[in-house]
Nanobody, 127 residues
């Protein structure tokens, strides 16, 4: 059974940084896709960023709202994906979810691309 476990969320002041981790267990993803989504209170879950990979990173995509501030990376040996978030603003406050899938040719932007989801981790940015 595949499990994704996020960690690294917390509270930070505007302008600060956080790094989220998403560790997979139950399966080694040698290729596929991984993504980060977020959901603020009263809003739809939205795409933040995604990564397409084999044993190397094939490509990444980001929502316009986080481009230049957020970076996704992956460490194969740890079966873990990271989301480095810099220059955070109160608008980044949300529950952040990681997701993973094996459909490596599907769009990173769509929730249906992903087969597995984590439980979410809260990120709160104060002004």
């Amino acid at each position: 059974q595949v499990q994704l476990v996020e960690s690294g969320g917390g509270s930070v002041q505007a302008g600060g940084s956080l790094r989220l981790s998403c560790a997979a267990s139950g399966r080694t993803f040698s290729s596929g896709v991984a993504g980060w989504f977020r959901q603020a209170p009263g809003k739809e879950r939205e795409f933040v960023g995604g990564i397409r990979f084999t044993w190397n990173v094939v490509g990444t995509s980001y929502a316009d709202s986080v481009k230049g501030r957020f970076t996704i990376s992956r460490v194969n040996a740890k079966n873990t994906v990271y989301l480095q978030m810099n220059n955070l603003t109160p608008e980044d406050t949300a529950v952040y979810y990681c997701a993973a899938g094996t459909h490596s040719t599907d769009s990173l932007y769509f929730r249906t691309t992903y087969d597995y989801w984590g439980q979410g981790t809260q990120v709160t940015v104060s002004s």
